[in-house]
């Protein structure tokens, strides 16, 4: 039996035919076909199932046959935002994996003691759209652009915020356990911050907890700032799984 592939066609009922890059990839890599099913993701919802109506070179049009809208995975919105590593090829696996796992949000920071202060998001872009389609999300993470700490975390003043540090001087209490023990409601938003290879500084530890963040740690192990962020992602999923 053919497998059915999947591909992201945001706002798909009201399109016609798969974007460039996912057309090629159809005709070109799948061979795809007239007749052959398929199956849409809005990223925003829904899963739709499709049938090649006409498969060219550079080109694939479809017919949608029906509409399954999906239910949530998880309770709230899970937001993880991380300064990237130097090393970019660690936070684009970061990014995959956490696609993959479920998250709903990805910010970028710009820290004191970030090793890297330019971000180039379409390809971000591009690696979380392969792992939407993967892992088969019906709900896209949105993906923000690289942002100074400071105004991250002054326009930032909702739901349940945490920042994730090494600092003993500032009291801090496991994050798991916390989850755990906060009930979220349906369309909370749970933040979590993860700072550079060098951790945030102690002044932007303090700033946050000022503005609202609650200080955490993510246990005793010290960790490379991608695995601590795929982590807290692990945490988030276990602790709102409906």
């Known amino acids: 039996m053919k497998e059915t592939r999947y591909f992201y066609v945001p706002h798909a009922r009201q399109q016609q035919e798969l974007p460039e890059e996912e057309a090629l990839h159809a005709t070109r890599v799948l061979r795809m076909k007239e007749g052959d099913p398929m199956v849409l993701i809005d990223g925003e919802g829904t899963f739709f199932d499709a049938v090649v109506t ?5 080109r694939c049009l479809y017919e ?25 090829e660690r936070t684009e696996w970061f990014v995959e994996k956490a696609t993959e796992v479920g998250v709903n949000a990805f910010s970028f920071l710009d820290c004191q ?9 379409p390809r971000i872009e591009k690696i979380v759209v392969a792992a939407v389609k993967q892992s088969r999300k019906a709900w896209m993470p949105v ?17 349940r915020r945490y920042i994730a540090h090494c ?14 023990r906060t009930d979220s409601r349906a ?56």
């Open 143 to 159: 993906i923000s652009e690289m942002q100074p700490f400071k105004d991250f975390v002054g326009s930032h003043t909702q739901g």
């Open 54 to 58: 006409l498969a060219t070179q550079r």
């Open 64 to 88: 949608i046959c029906e509409d399954r809208p999906q239910q949530p995975q998880w309770r709230g919105r899970l937001h993880i935002a991380m300064a990237p590593t130097k090393m970019m």
């Open 187 to 242: 369309d909370e938003e749970t933040l979590v911050m993860i700072g550079p290879e060098g951790d945030f500084s102690i002044d932007e530890v303090r700033a946050a907890v000022d503005a609202g963040f609650v200080s955490v740690d993510l246990g005793k192990s010290r960790l490379r700032t991608e695995t601590a962020a795929l982590s807290v992602v692990m945490m988030m999923q276990l602790a709102q799984q409906t």
């Open 113 to 121: 003691f970030s090793e890297r202060t330019v971000l180039k998001t």
């Open 167 to 180: 600092y003993d001087e500032v009291p801090r209490v496991n994050l798991f356990d916390e989850l755990r």
